[in-house]
């Protein structure tokens, strides 16, 4: 049995409800939207439109609760810590479980996921200030808009890491190889470029030290389509709470090649 | 003005329908399916989940007829030099211009094409058979299953060009980096390990001399699309004629950054 797979049937037999950054580690995590299937193909679009913030890793169609690629056997209703409910634009309610509220029209859409690049950029020497901080990785809303597709829209969200100049170079070529969790950053430097105020108050996640002679780095961000959720304003969707992943059976390392297989 | 708008308006103006292979050298092209809104969410997830064969370049909604990101100011329904109509899964005319058949819940989906890494290929001192012997490039039907989605299933069609094994691993590595057009091939060598029956006898485009020492090498094929169209049926679809490709104003080497810029 994968530790992915133990870990998913501790989480739908209710034993563990808690953030999954750095459990069944060297298994790919996903964040998850679930929207009706009236919305299905513009979040699709959306997706496709804006590869960077929203990588799309496996769709479920309608009538269906299993990601089949990316985990055999899993029951998306009931296999994430901790599910967001959006109700007409506003987060309602979080819970552990929402199979009582899944319809037959639900569309679920899997996106990858910056903890799978944290890793390689640890094997590379490198150090993760939120990390080290033991908090939450800052994120930012930016001036940067998304690409539209029927209801969603609205700005980008990145998340922040401090590097020195030497040492975010590294980081984009580390990142840059793996498209399918956010890849290479898309801003360094001067928040007030893309529109961001205050880098010490975040609007999602912590805060965290910038020293001397280090930059803020900023890679698209998989809130991103959340906030495009609320301004879509559906009269029903679902998410993962934030940190609170879908685990799945892939390991990291098959991630360049998810894509690119044909069997 | 661009010699791909230059293109563009010759196709339009019916002064140009023939095949575009090699015309408005370094600007990408692109393979071309329409069909209805009502499947155009299963269309898009095929494209979703069959990467190697169908790279999604651009998506264009209902009630428009203009790729806004390939091409700005292009008419969908007059700039490919030669459309083919299918209707309830066959192929029932061809076409220069498909305006008097537009309708206004036509979605478009536009498909890198194999034709953006010829160029590079012959940059890397590569011989591409079907060119020195001046035609269509030999496509198979393998026994390669696409995943399906919705109405759309059938076979992967592959492309080949011969190689030496040592330039089999320069191709290999030249398109791996070009994903967006195809990417790395898809099978080399023995052609009955995909199901291919008769080298000598290509299902689609010209067969090409094989030489001693040398291996057929398989690239994924945007006529597989075409394949899972004639499965699905539909009342009706559009696409280009094979050789004669939508052409864009992006650059061949803007492709790598396609899909991962946010601006």
New interface residues.
């Given amino acids: 049995m994968h530790p992915s797979q133990e870990l998913r049937a501790a989480i739908r037999g209710g034993r563990f409800d808690k953030p999954t950054s750095g459990k069944a580690p060297g298994y790919v995590q996903a964040n998850l939207v679930i929207v009706p299937?009236a919305h299905?193909?513009d979040f699709?679009?959306f997706c496709?439109?804006?590869?960077?913030?929203c990588p799309?890793l496996e769709?479920v169609?309608a009538g269906q609760r299993e990601a089949k690629r990316l985990a055999p056997g899993s029951d998306l209703s009931r296999d994430i810590p901790r599910y967001r409910v959006f109700r007409d634009g506003s987060m309602t309610e979080e819970r552990t479980d929402v199979s009582d509220l899944w319809r037959n029209d639900f569309v679920s859409f899997l996106l990858g996921c910056s903890f799978s690049f944290e890793k390689p950029l640890l094997d590379a020497g490198l150090e993760i200030r939120n990390l080290t901080c033991g908090v939450n990785v800052p994120m930012y809303r930016t001036a940067?808009p998304?690409r539209p597709?029927?209801a969603f829209s609205g700005p980008?969200v990145v998340s922040m890491r401090p590097f020195t100049p030497e040492q975010a170079i590294k980081a984009a070529l580390v990142t840059g190889k793996l498209?399918e969790v956010h890849?290479?950053p898309?801003h360094q430097g001067d928040p007030g470029a893309i529109g961001i105020r205050a880098i010490d108050r975040p609007e999602y996640g912590d805060p965290v030290p910038i020293r001397a002679g280090e930059i803020p780095v900023f890679w698209?961000c998989g809130v991103t389509p959340q906030e495009a959720l609320l301004n879509a304003k559906l009269p029903l969707a679902i998410t993962h709470a934030p940190g609170h992943m879908f685990v799945s059976d892939i390991r990291e390392e098959e991630l360049p090649f998810f894509?690119?297989?044909?069997?």
């Fill in positions: 299937q299905a193909f699709l679009l496709q439109r804006n590869q960077k913030p799309l769709v169609e940067i998304t597709a029927g980008l498209p890849g290479a898309i698209a894509h690119y297989s044909v069997r």
